[in-house]
Antibody, heavy 116, light 112 residues
């Protein structure tokens, strides 16, 4: 059974940093592109970042470019999102999602709150 | 402002057929497949339709997808109360300013 479990969310002040993790199991992690998608309170889904299976391709949404860094550890079946210079508007539930042509599996999400 | 455009809301009564639309452009829907996601209250999104019109295993055949040009649609027939949820379309976008995934703003479906 495919499982994606996010962790690392919490309350942080504007300008601060957080590192999110996503532990994957139940599939060959190294064969799939992985993504982060976020959802601000009461709002829709927003794609954040994508990383290909072998780290060859990495993409970011304009809203996070230069502040967030996506990475992965294929040996440890884990996906990461380093978030720096956080802003109030980054407050959201952050989901990791597996891609197999589409976002076919999602984690339960981890809440990031940026507030003073 | 979402790259893909969806109506904010839709509604129907049990048993009815409802359609949710998603409008994009040549760089996303016009050149890549469309996927649809269902998000029940307080839960993570779930893949509903992929490849424009394919249903993952376990998704009832009451749900169907279609695409024409730069627009796509999700149809739900035999509407049930448990279909009350938010629905999102998504597609890969090959735009010149950088490839990316794009979502619609979501459609809140109410079953009256």
């Amino acid at each position: 059974e495919v499982q994606l479990v996010e962790s690392g969310g919490g309350l942080v002040k504007p300008g601060g940093s957080l590192r999110l993790s996503c532990a994957a199991s139940g599939f060959t992690f190294s064969s799939h592109s992985m993504n982060w998608v976020r959802q601000a309170p009461g709002k829709g889904l927003e794609w954040v970042s994508s990383i290909s299976s072998a780290n060859t391709y990495i993409y970011y949404a304009d809203s996070v470019k230069g502040r967030f860094t996506i990475s992965r550890d294929n040996a440890g079946n884990s996906l990461f999102l380093q978030m720096n210079s956080l802003r109030v508007e980054d407050t959201a539930i952050y989901y990791c999602a597996r891609v197999d042509g589409e976002f076919d599996y999602w984690g339960q999400g981890t809440l990031v709150t940026v507030s003073s | 402002q979402s790259v893909l455009t969806q109506s904010p809301s839709a509604s129907g009564t049990p048993g009815q057929r409802v359609t949710i639309s998603c409008s994009g452009s040549s760089s996303n829907i016009g050149s890549n497949t469309v996927n649809w996601y269902q998000q029940l209250p307080g839960t993570a999104p779930k893949l509903l339709i992929y490849g424009d019109d394919q249903r993952p295993s376990g998704v009832p055949d009451r749900f169907s997808g279609s695409k024409s040009g730069t627009s796509a649609s999700l149809a739900i027939s035999g509407l049930q109360s448990e279909d009350e949820a938010d629905y999102y379309c998504a597609a890969w976008d090959d735009s010149l300013d950088g490839p990316k995934w794009v979502f619609g703003g979501g459609t809140k479906l109410s079953v009256l």
